[in-house]
């Protein structure tokens, strides 16, 4: 079993950055793919980063060159890194771990970007 506590999240005017973190705590679990996934009003749960436990990253092309995504493997933590906010990014982030091929979310954590 792993439980997600996730934080960072806020409001924050357009342009501006939010860091958001994602600690994993579970004993003798093997953490495979940490990632973050957003769902905004009347929309659908949608994935933003992920990254393996090789370091390799994927991101939504809405997000790339503003959205750094990272782990510290160590902590079983994952961060993501918000620069360059815009308003169409206010949502509530969850955190996602796949370990030992099963799935585990975060409780999210609300996103608001005023323009």
């Known amino acids: 079993q792993v439980h997600l506590v996730e934080s960072g999240g806020g409001s924050v005017q357009a342009g501006g950055s939010l860091r958001l973190s994602c600690a994993a705590f579970?004993?003798?679990?093997?953490?495979?793919?940490m990632g973050w996934y957003r769902q905004g009003p009347g929309k659908q749960r949608d994935l933003v980063a992920l990254?393996?436990?090789?370091?390799?990253?994927n991101y939504a092309d809405s997000v790339k060159g503003r959205f750094t995504i990272s782990r510290d493997n160590a902590k079983n933590t994952v961060y993501l890194q918000m620069n360059s906010l815009k308003s169409e990014d206010t949502a509530v982030y969850y955190c996602?771990?796949?370990?030992?091929?099963?799935?585990?979310w975060g409780q999210g954590t609300q996103v608001t970007v005023s323009s």
């Open positions: 996602n771990v796949v370990a030992s091929v099963r799935d585990y």
């Open positions: 990254i393996t436990s090789g370091g390799t990253t």
């Open positions: 579970g004993s003798r679990v093997s953490i495979d793919i």
